[in-house]
């Protein structure tokens, strides 16, 4: 189903494996739990191959993500010379993959880039595309590839896999779950994925300066009764204040959206690199937040969202008489 309209890129995916033997496989910046599943899932598959592969991410790999398998093997710095391929799991932005301001190389290879995700990019990024934006997430897209190759799957890749969907999904909470992807995690389980750690080191480990940073972002909150707009901010010395990083408000864009009077929520997230993230959340079944996106030079999916913009955040107080 998630694959029917993209025989074509997957038969010169094919061909890229066919003829090449090393391959690089890279994350997004500020990884998460689908875009690293997806990395170990795919490098594992292909080593099973006979492939020399390195996984890489241009960020250090959270704490809470460090129980999958093959985690420890990610690096962050390699050589271009070194690879046949180059495959990118989970975007298709290049300002997303902070390696290519790393290695200005990277620009101008001739090597072939495989991007392999579910968010929809109107990028001109990429040589082959195997993009499918109603895939839940781009672990759930991979796991019908490795059945659409006959590529087996252990049960550290379906751990992987599973990961990806789980928390892509909210733990099956969010709206992007469905029959299809309950049933892909079923079979997963038959195929050996060990859900406890993941359901543990995803969502019940938190550590008390996560705790207060979600405090302090809550306490920030501001409703505007006149658009509907839930908003919140972390500005970078908040950040610096609990010792924290992006990868710690995980899940707090979820959680303020959960305001039944919001249109839509916005967390906007101050970063060390003098830019700032939005994510864009809604539970509204008319409000669309990959549209608003878009207009700042964003995107994602209908009901998660986001953009980033240069800047630093500055709270306003306004003074009106009632």
């Known amino acids: 189903m998630l694959l029917d309209h993209l025989s074509n890129e997957l038969a010169k995916f094919q061909e890229v494996l066919n003829q090449n033997q090393r391959f690089l496989v890279m994350s997004h910046n500020n990884p998460d739990g689908d875009t690293l599943g997806s990395n170990l899932a795919i490098s594992m598959g292909l080593k099973n191959l006979g492939k020399q592969v390195t996984s890489t991410c241009y960020d250090k790999i959270p704490q809470k993500l460090e129980f999958l398998p093959e985690s420890k093997n990610i690096v962050q710095e390699f050589l271009l010379e070194d690879f046949d391929a180059l495959i990118i799991m989970d975007t298709g932005a290049k300002h997303l993959v902070s390696h290519f301001e790393m290695y200005p190389e990277l620009n101008r290879t001739k090597k072939p880039i495989i991007i392999i995700d579910h968010h929809y990019s109107v990028e001109k990024f990429g040589d ?44 099956f909470m ?70 924290a990083g992006p990868n710690d408000l995980d899940g707090v864009s979820d959680l303020i959206c959960s305001y039944p009077e919001a249109s839509y929520s916005v967390l906007y997230t101050e970063n060390a690199d003098g830019k700032v993230k939005a994510s864009l959340r809604t539970r509204k079944e008319n409000v669309n937040v990959a549209k608003i996106a878009e207009n700042f030079g964003g995107g994602g999916h209908t009901k998660a969202a986001g953009f980033r913009q240069h800047g630093r955040l500055q709270k306003r107080v306004i003074w009106d008489i009632v």
């Open 128 to 171: 082959i595309k195997i993009i499918n934006s109603k895939a839940t997430s781009t672990t759930s897209l991979l796991f019908e590839i490795f059945k659409k190759f006959n590529w087996e799957v252990t049960p550290k890749i379906a751990t992987c896999l599973l990961n990806g969907i789980y928390t892509d999904t909210g733990s």
């Open 174 to 243: 969010h709206s992007n779950t469905n029959v299809f992807v309950l049933k892909q995690a079923a079979e997963l389980g038959r195929l050996g994925a060990d859900f406890r750690p993941i359901q543990i080191n995803n969502f019940k480990r938190v550590p008390t300066n996560k705790l207060k940073l979600i405090g302090e972002v809550l306490s920030n909150i501001e409703f505007d009764p006149k658009t509907k707009v839930l908003k919140s901010g972390v500005p970078y010395e908040t950040l610096e204040k609990y010792n």
